[in-house]
């Protein structure tokens, strides 16, 4: 049995003091009914961690990167949406500099072939320190479904405004990314708000996504971002939308939504992609919620 070392127990000790810390905090803001599943179990699983030996370089490089993302998960409570999404990244860049360090100390009089891709790894990483340092941030999706509906039957289920879903997107589901849990307004007409409302306590996150109609049409309607404090606004800000239908023939209509945004996660090499596919998953959401598949 391999023997835990003093310092296991210190970075146990202070794992379990750091969750502590911010069970309290917590369960005084209001928020105890997410406590146990965004502090309590991250900190269990950092505090085991901590007690685990390291066998190997990269098994401790692993072991440490694991705690850091599980520790910021619980400081970022329901935000951790945003460690899960980064960890891929996290974890290639500490392997990958662990492999670069341990090249040079078996090759120490030939390092530069080995640093070669460090500067690549730095100019990748500054993106987003500063506002100006953003590559493309201005991003939309496009959906389209056709639905066994005539243009005017879709038009007065439009009309209706959106109906919450149970079910959501499997790429949702699995993130656990938050939908909203009520809406509130209808109508086609300019001036007519629909309101978005996710789930969260009286102190918690949970916030609302309010949209006006800007400007409508024949088979269109543009939307407005007027306010955003929803949880999601963490990582995407949304501006404005714009939902269109016409007749595909045989009784039935295309239904067409298109989202724009700006991301808000640095890279865009990396979180680009990953943006852009929760997004389209969030769009098929929104037009589940607006007309029958």
């Not at 009914?33 to 401790?60: C, I, M, N, R, Y």
């Not at 009089?109 to 993106?127: D, M, N, S, W």
């Not at 808000?264 to 990953?274: A, H, N, R």
Request: hydrophobic share 50%; charged share 15%; net charge neutral.
């Amino acid at each position: 049995m391999v023997a835990i070392r003093r310092a296991n127990v210190v970075l146990f000790g202070l794992i379990t003091l750091f969750g502590a810390v911010f069970f309290l905090l917590t369960v005084r803001s209001g928020r105890g009914d997410s406590a146990l599943l965004f502090v309590v179990l991250p900190t269990v699983l950092a505090a085991a961690l901590s007690l685990e030996p390291g066998k190997t370089t990269h098994g401790s490089v692993f072991r440490l990167t694991t705690i850091g993302l599980l520790l910021a998960a619980v400081a970022l409570h329901e935000g951790a949406i945003c460690v899960v999404l980064a960890a891929p990244l996290v974890y290639a860049v500490a392997h990958g500099v662990t492999l670069m360090v341990q090249a040079v100390k078996e090759a120490p009089r030939r390092p530069l072939p080995v640093l070669i891709p460090l500067p690549l790894l730095l100019v990748g990483g500054v993106e987003g320190v500063n506002p100006q340092w953003r590559v493309h941030p201005e991003q939309s999706v496009e959906v389209s479904r056709v639905v066994a509906l005539a243009p005017e039957q879709v038009a007065a289920m439009l009309e209706a405004g959106p109906q919450p879903v149970g079910t959501r997107q499997w790429s949702l589901r699995m993130l656990g990314v938050p939908v909203p849990d009520h809406v509130h307004g209808d109508g086609l007409e300019p001036g007519d708000r629909w309101t978005f409302a996710y789930h969260g306590s009286a102190h918690g996150p949970g916030g609302d996504i309010v949209t006006e109609v800007r400007d409508a049409g024949a088979g269109r309607v543009t939307f407005a971002v007027l306010e955003d404090t929803a949880i999601t606004g963490r990582w995407v800000g949304l501006r404005d939308a714009t939902l269109g239908w016409h007749a595909a023939g045989a009784g039935r209509t295309e239904v067409t939504l298109r989202i724009d945004y700006r991301r808000g996660l640095d890279p865009s090499w990396y979180f680009g992609p990953l943006q852009d596919r929760l997004m389209h998953a969030g769009a098929e959401h929104l037009l589940d919620m607006l007309t029958p598949r």
